[in-house]
């Protein structure tokens, strides 16, 4: 699996695609934008930087 911003209607949010079966899945649909998401060591979690208006930051997210 790979995990990627894309930049649809000028937001930016989080997608996860598998490599095999080439299927996408939306992981971040907000307002704000986010961008350079990275797996955790364990494949649970990413890590990634965002903006919400005026408040950004690096936030965590749990996956499925």
């Known amino acids: 699996k790979l995990i990627f911003a894309r ?6 949010d989080l997608y996860e695609i598998d490599l ?3 299927n996408e899945l939306q992981i971040t649909n907000t307002l704000g934008d986010e961008w350079d998401p990275i797996y955790s060591k364990d494949g649970k979690s990413i890590i990634y930087a965002g903006e919400f208006g005026f408040f950004g930051g690096i936030f965590k997210k749990n996956l499925h």
Do not use: Q
């Not at 930049?7 to 930016?12: A, F, L, Q, R, V």
């Open 7 to 12: 930049k649809i209607s000028n937001n930016w």
């Open 20 to 22: 095999n079966s080439l």
